[in-house]
């Protein structure tokens, strides 16, 4: 029986330097920090691992069942520091993000969604009889949101939206379709970003609304152990209270953005992390022309470029967790780790598959999925191109995307 | 419903243990944690008290610095406190001289249970939660496979070669629990968080009350040598007279 199924917690106790971490990042974590971490792990490998193959393929996600336990276990708004939920640190936070998306990116975007998205969201802007009526279920997994801000023709220019609320008498009433909205048809309630004649602004939208359908994707090829749905709604009417009342404009949802963003820059380098072991593991084991294919300097320097990358991902990750608790973080900040570890991770994930040649297309190894998901992960938090323009009219000072 | 749960840290149970050159295991340096083996009675402890409403866990284990890793295990997974008892004249310790100090530290406070492993994994003696038993004067049930607890009163089911006997002893006893008697529950993030505020105590002998004499292994390690590797094993090709074969060595192993 291995501890790690069962019992270590690492770095309490030193272990030798492994592969996914030469360079002792380990060293500027706290004990607690590693405990926090060990627990996301042992039930990644415990829960996850065996079953997400079956989802995956079938396209299914156990969001009831999962929501529960990952409530039970802390993990659902764990960053919030409320008296319902633990208040982790950043780095603590982004260590359990990292360790959820090694076992599956929908996985990391269905607690990302949950607790940066619309957390952060009921948390920030909601009135305090918000709060107290969503945030306690949504910690403790008995109610699912989603966060719904893109539509069918607004995506990376989300002021182009169209979906509106409109007043009538106290209430508002709510038109428009959302679309590419992750856990769409599994949730209790949705936070819909709407135009209203003072700027765009938040609802909280029960899902059992009259007038309110989620419909969901099918035939996706990435994210397929996750819910994506579209949300329509025809003529939803919402008392007046459903307003989240402390935000106006795009900064609430872009504020929203910044946060799951910053668990993303953290949750890549846990599918990088299992590409790269899982390779490094087939090429000592794999023989061709009499020599595991390890041996090849070419592969040896594949498996070394990967490395390096995911170190220096995994160190940018680091640096920006505590920027954010001692500073906070500005959104170009976020940018450069959403940039630049997605794209590493996707990286990582295709050159991780070649090194498997046939069998890196299977489900059997966890590349091909990691892969196919990181599609999703490099597009939606705001495209390759669009944190690119942001980090370019920081350089330039010239606004690019508009 | 005071229950104490002995927890041992242990090296990495896959991994090779190191050696050292007076014959006793390193454990400086060494990967490991919270015996896998400790945590069916911790468990079982924590049940105990979820049923009864009320009560409280102590951890206790004997051992370096690193042992608080175990401890901090334990705790994330819901016990309310721990005790760890160090000192150097304890290193190179034996069965007897574990137990004379754990049976000691047991002693300080009202405890209606104490609860063991069966045997931890890296000494595999066995003896430690029978000798605590002997010299507390108490009841030691081993073995037990499950567990019932009424009217201040315990039942096991003590598992034995043939199948189980039923045991009843009125509190306060000794147990051990076999691996597979329960179903450890895996620490929580709430759980971790909270263990960093629950309190652990470390004690020196003095601290118990214990000298030198009370110490002294009775028992030293002469010589350690490799155990012998593992026989080739015997392929039985496939023909006429396999079946029979393979009955043989099925009834050689007195498997049938
Ligand atoms: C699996 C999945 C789950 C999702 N979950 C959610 C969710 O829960 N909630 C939600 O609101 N949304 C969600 N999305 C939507 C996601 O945020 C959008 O897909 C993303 O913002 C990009 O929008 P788009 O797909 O409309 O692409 P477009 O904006 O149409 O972009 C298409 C291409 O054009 C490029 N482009 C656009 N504008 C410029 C420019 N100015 N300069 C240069 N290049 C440009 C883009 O970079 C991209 O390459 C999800 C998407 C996916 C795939």
Redesign the interface.
Known sequence: MALGSGGTFEGVSPSDLQPTDLIDIDHLLSDEEKQIRSVAREWVQRRILPEVEDWYEKGEFPARELAKELGELGFFLMQLDTEWTLGLNSVAYGLVELEIEAGDSGLRSFVSVQSALCGHAIHAFGSDEQKAEWLPKMASGEAIACFGLSEPDSGSDPGSMRTSAKKDGDDWILNGTKMWITNGGCSDIAIVWAQTDDGVRGFIVPADSPGFTANDIHKKLSLRASVTSELVMDGVRLPADAMLPEVQGLRGPLSCLNEARYGIVWGVMGAARSCFETALEYSKTREQFDKPIGSFQLTQKKLTDMALELYKGTLLAYHLGRLKDEKGLKPEQVSVGKLNNTREALEIARTSRGILGANGITLEYPIMRHMTNLESVITYEGTEEVHTLVIGEQLTGLKAFT | MNIVVLTK?VP???GTPTIGEDGLLVRE????????GD?YGLEAALQLVEAAGDGEITLLTMGPE?A??AL??GL?MGAHKGVRITDESLRGADSLVTARVLAAAIKRQPFDLVIGGVESTDGYTGIVPAAIAELLGLPGLTFARELHLSDGTLTIERQTAAGYDVVVAPLPIVITVTAGATE?R????????A??SKPVETLTLSDLGLSGDDVTPTQTVAEVTDAPPKQGGETVEFDDTTAARIADVLAEAKVI
């Open positions: 840290w990495e149970p896959e340096g060494a990967d490991g944690g919270l015996d896998p945590e690193i608080q890793a901090q295990r994330a450890p895996y620490p929580s993030l709430k759980g971790v968080m263990a960093k």
